[in-house]
């Protein structure tokens, strides 16, 4: 019997681009990008994968890990943070117990990469010793020979291969649209999109914005350090008078899912302010009797003042029709004004495809229904790009069981959580725990565990622990139940009897009050078809791949949405899944997995 390794197959993918790309490297002296969508994949690849193909490929190479600079600990930030007492006496203990061990090991760092902590801190604790690219100093700061930034970017100007993030990617698309310089990543050849399924949302992300009163607050923090108090209450002031309004608008019967009309506020007021700011920060940044330290800080505030207002005002008037603007109020009634291009794909065809004389896209959901015809739509794909599809090298038809409860009521019915529950709980007994639960919303996520049987498995639920611990815990203790939303979709690689059953409350559609998704439906007619069936169709493949993770592996997939069997646009689903037997009979899980015990023991 073959042993299964969990991980294993998480690397495979990698390899298979790594090696042709390391070939390049060596022998054409190519510069290789590889981006991906997160940082765990990073960490693989310059941690296991990369190191491995240096110890067994006859070809030399050398590779650098290049992140975002608020991933590193900025020198300068965390000794004005220091100075201005922030960093004591302001946090509950946790917190405060995360700035003592950020303290302690940003004296003995090398490389100054969050990553190396052994937590994650919170983006409050980390925002006081970090900084974005916006408020770097840059030649103006006193630390520049030792910025661990600046070194990690240093390392990567010399490797043949760097790899990085989509974020990254982005920014160096736009500055050098900009400048036509490569200011953000080295210049390079090749280019490796990993997970490329998520590629257009990121984009879009990227190349929208969000600004809120705290967006403010920080201007007016800087106006103060530099000399101007009235200014800096004058911003607070009337950043908060604008955002109330904002706030206010967002929860009258007027708004409905986005903004479609100009006219609702008026941002006069704040935006005298700001242009006082820029004037004062101008002022101070042409002053040649300032060090370069203030110098630099004033340029940056005049900057980021002058982006800051020019958001506003296009959110407020809508001004660009290529994009979605909207209101978004946070749990404690904090409102944010953002924006989003809604479609991506001739900025990615003009600035990367147009740009690059190679690029790659990989994901093991890049198809629907077989074809790449959605993906080439949403990342403008040129015509005439070379298409592979790589099958799966797991035997799903004799590993896998898909089932589809009969006689369950609609997804959107009042009484369809409590029976979901009880096939939850019938696959939990069948598969004595080792089931993971994925969900598409938190409502039905916590609605399953208050009614989970759980007195003989432990249930994991998402929100109590980081997810790398929950999975960590998922994996070891098995026997043990694991129920999570979005994030668990992809990412989980737990090979082995660990993950045995696996359940889907729904077909994971969009949410229809998704200001892109809103705003995509009233341009298309058939937007159902062409946009949110094709977006589901991969979500569904990422979460059924969780399964079947070597070719040791043996388990069940329970999808508790009958439109994918009754449905006509659900035989699209089940065309995009891999081969497996089916079964609307729960009472055949446990005959499923008797008998494939028996298979693999004989």
Not at 313 to 331: C, H, I, M, N, R
Not at 443 to 461: C, K, M, S
Request: proline content about 5%; overall charge neutral.
């Amino acid at each position: 019997m073959q042993r299964c390794v969990p991980g294993q197959s998480a690397s495979t993918a990698q390899v298979a681009y790594a090696v042709p790309a390391v070939y390049r490297a060596h022998h054409d002296k190519k510069r290789v990008v590889i981006a991906t969508a997160n940082i765990a994949l990073q960490e693989q690849l310059v941690r296991k994968d990369l190191p491995m193909l240096a110890s067994v490929l006859p070809w030399p190479f050398t590779f650098a890990l290049l992140k975002g600079r608020n991933n590193y600990v900025c020198l300068d930030r965390r000794i004005e943070s220091e100075a201005r007492g922030e960093l004591r006496g302001l946090y509950y203990d946790d917190q405060q117990r995360q700035v003592d061990e950020v303290l302690a090991w940003a004296e003995a760092t090398k490389t100054g990469d969050v990553s190396e902590l052994p937590f994650i801190p919170s983006a409050q604790v980390w925002s006081k010793f970090s900084v974005g690219s916006d408020e770097c100093k840059g030649e103006g700061c006193p630390f520049r020979d030792d910025c661990f930034a600046e070194r990690a970017k240093g390392l990567a100007q010399g490797a043949d291969l760097v790899v990085t993030n989509y974020h990254m990617l982005f920014a160096h698309l736009a500055l050098r649209a900009e400048t036509g310089q490569d200011l953000v990543l080295p210049a390079f050849d090749l280019l490796i999109l990993d997970e490329a399924h998520e590629a257009a949302e990121i984009a879009r992300e990227f190349f929208g914005f969000t600004v809120s009163e705290q967006t403010f607050a920080r201007l007016a923090t800087v106006a103060a350090d530099m000399g101007n108090k009235a200014l800096a209450g004058e911003l607070r002031q009337e950043a908060q008078s604008l955002f109330t309004t904002l706030g206010s608008f967002a929860r009258s019967p007027r708004y409905k899912r986005r903004l479609k009309e100009p006219g609702f506020a008026s941002a006069a007021a704040l935006q005298r302010a700001v242009s006082k700011l820029v004037a004062l920060a101008t002022t101070k940044a042409a002053d040649e009797l300032a060090d370069k330290k203030e110098r630099a800080t004033a340029r940056n505030a005049a900057k980021n003042a002058t982006v800051a207002g020019a958001r506003v005002a296009e959110g407020l008037e809508l001004s660009d029709a290529g994009k979605v603007y909207w209101l978004d109020v946070d749990p404690k009634g904090r409102t944010k004004l953002r924006g989003k291009p809604i479609d991506v794909s001739t900025l990615l065809r003009d600035e990367l495809f147009a740009r690059c004389p190679s690029v790659s896209l990989v994901s093991a959901t890049l198809t629907t229904q077989g074809t790449f015809d959605f993906v080439r739509r949403e990342l403008g794909v040129p015509e005439g790009a070379l298409e592979v599809v790589a099958e799966t090298p797991f035997d799903f038809a004799s590993q896998a069981l898909l089932v589809v409860p009969e006689r369950l009521p609609d997804p959107r019915d009042a009484d369809f959580i409590d029976e979901a529950s009880r096939i939850f709980q019938h696959v939990v007994d069948a598969c004595d725990g080792r089931t993971l639960g994925l969900f598409t919303s938190y409502r039905n996520l916590n609605a399953v565990y208050e009614r989970l049987d759980g007195r003989e498995h432990r249930v994991l639920r998402q929100g109590e622990l980081p997810r790398a611990e929950l999975t960590r815990l998922f994996k070891e203790d098995v026997g043990s139940i694991l129920l999570g939303t979005e994030s668990f979709w992809t990412g989980i690689d737990v090979a082995g009897e660990a993950l045995t059953g696996l359940v889907i409350d729904k077909l994971p559609f969009p949410p229809p009050d998704d200001p892109v998704i809103d705003a995509i439906c009233e341009r298309d007619p058939r937007a159902f078809d062409n946009y949110l069936v094709p977006l589901a169709i991969i979500a569904l493949r990422q979460g059924v791949g969780r399964l079947i993770r070597c070719k040791t592996d043996v388990g069940v997939a329970v999808i508790l949405d009958k439109r994918i069997a009754e449905k006509g646009y659900g035989k699209k689903f089940l065309k995009s899944l891999p081969p497996m037997l089916t079964t609307r009979r729960v009472e055949n899980i446990g005959r499923f997995l008797e008998e494939a015990a028996y298979a693999r023991a004989s």
